[in-house]
């Protein structure tokens, strides 16, 4: 089976992505990606994430063709593919549609920098795209223009795309920016949230390149 490695990343991220709550049923999607053979693997459309295995997860070119897989790919392969044509550094991609990230996207409401965890997203808004239907180009360009040079963009009434060097940091950044988007919530329940400025993200951006050990590849806070 071609790339059997990135087949069973997508499949474990998987499971890992619904025993987490960040996204329900079998909703959002994850891909991987290898320029050298110009291939992604990416999640099968409609199936429930405890049962996909290696097998299940799709390859594709970055055009649409199948390359190998039985199943139908993910309805949004063509937002996965956007991103790696057009942000030669990401290798990973993951679309989630987790209950905070998804609240300021039915709200059109970026995410702010009320936590520094959000430096890992290489900016200091997250920004809204706005509504666009589904598995469409135009969802792809929309969610591409509102992502910037950053890794990350919300899905106006949709969700959550977060994109990275590999699958792991794309993945923990999803998560960060869940916890932040909780956290900007429940603040704006009481008050009015401080925002980190520009300079003190910069700061935390350069402290997070000697985060955890040296072999760790873990976005940190």
């Known amino acids: 089976m071609r790339m059997i490695e990135e087949r069973t990343q997508v499949a474990e991220y998987g499971r890992r992505m619904s025993a987490a709550g960040l ?9 991987v990606c290898d320029p050298q053979l110009g291939l992604m693997a990416i999640s099968p459309s409609g199936m429930d994430y405890d049962s996909i295995t290696p097998e299940d997860v799709v390859l594709m070119n970055l055009e649409g063709r199948i390359a190998d897989g039985q199943r139908t ?5 063509g937002l996965h593919a956007a ?9 990973a991609v993951v679309h989630t549609h987790s209950l905070y990230c998804t609240l300021f996207a039915v709200l059109g409401r970026p995410l702010e920098a009320v936590h520094y965890v959000i430096a890992g997203a290489g900016t200091s808004r997250v920004l809204c795209a706005p509504y666009r239907l589904f598995g469409t180009p135009e969802l792809a360009d ?7 040079e950053g890794d990350a963009v919300l899905l106006g009434n949709h969700g ?10 794309a993945y923990s950044l999803a998560q960060d920016l869940e916890y932040l988007a909780e956290l900007q919530y429940r603040a704006l329940c009481i008050g009015q949230p401080k925002i980190l400025s520009g300079g003190q993200l910069a700061e935390v951006a350069k402290r997070f390149q000697t985060y955890g050990q040296p072999d760790s590849q873990r976005r940190g806070y």
């Open 83 to 91: 991103f790696y044509r057009r942000k030669p550094h990401v290798r």
């Open 160 to 169: 959550l795309v977060t994109c990275g060097r590999d699958l792991r940091s």
């Open 23 to 31: 996204s329900t049923g079998t909703s959002g999607n994850i891909s």
């Open 73 to 77: 790919p993910s309805s949004e392969w």
């Open 142 to 148: 929309a969610a591409l223009e509102g992502c910037g």
